[in-house]
């Protein structure tokens, strides 16, 4: 089935670090890709959509200058944290339709971000 | 817009018990309906879904079923495992390229 691979799983950084979040679809071409993050025990908010070959679309709220997204080619998104902080830690998942007539969405594994 | 509600957790059973998370929602049209798990520490894996009135979801011994008019989709298993312990996301989508809305999440904790 389709593949979202993430990576990486976990990753420590200090605070006024950037960090680097990649998303690749395996083996279906993905045009839009989404990002979501998760905190201690809540559900998922969405971030921002990735479309390939153009501008991110954030939710209200999202800093795009602090989270930028890159969805440079078919089968990879990528998601920088700049100048991370405390606050910043979370998990974050990207996601994928995999191009399924039945809306089929798939998930990447999930970065779990932490600041210090 | 679109949302969706689900019962809170956590919910505790024991080995074998009957299981059901309530899973409300609005929308406007007619969404595509899903149910998600969450293991400990991991991403999501979609456990079952349905995309018109009337279809039932399944998956693994889990049930739901997509009823328009109470606009409800609850998931159910007769009989759950200590395996079954994550959270349960329950989600919808209006249209093929748009992204999921999800609910709060239950916790699902199954003590032997």
């Known amino acids: 089935g389709a593949v979202v691979s993430q990576h990486p799983s976990w990753v420590i950084c200090k605070s006024g670090t950037s960090v680097k979040i990649e998303c690749r679809s395996l083996?279906?071409?993905?045009?839009?890709m989404f990002w979501y993050r998760q905190f201690p025990k809540q559900s998922l908010m969405l971030m921002a959509t990735s479309n390939e070959g153009s501008k991110a679309t954030y939710e209200q709220g999202v800093e795009k200058d602090k989270f930028l997204i890159n969805h440079a080619s078919l089968t990879l998104s990528t998601l920088t944290v700049t100048s991370a902080h405390p606050e910043d830690s979370s998990f974050y998942i990207c996601?994928?339709?995999?191009?399924?007539?039945?809306?089929?969405?798939?998930f990447g594994s999930g970065t779990r971000l932490t600041v210090v | 817009g679109n949302s969706v509600t689900q019962m809170e957790g956590p919910v505790t059973l024991s080995e074998e018990a009957f299981l059901t998370i309530n899973c409300t929602y609005t929308?406007?049209?007619?969404?595509?309906l899903f149910w998600y798990v969450q293991y400990p520490g991991e991403g999501l894996q979609l456990l079952l879904k349905?995309?018109?009135?009337?279809d039932k979801g399944s998956n693994k011994g889990f049930e739901a079923t997509y009823r328009k008019e109470t606009t409800s989709f609850h998931l159910e298993k007769g009989s759950v495992q200590v395996s079954d312990s994550a959270v349960y996301f329950c989600a919808l989508t209006s249209s093929g390229n748009t992204p999921l809305v999800f609910g709060k999440g239950t916790r699902l904790s199954v003590i032997a």
């Open positions: 996601s994928a339709r995999a191009g399924l007539g039945d809306y089929g969405y798939t």
């Open positions: 349905a995309t018109k009135a009337d």
């Open positions: 083996d279906f071409q993905a045009t839009t």
């Open positions: 929308a406007t049209g007619y969404p595509s």
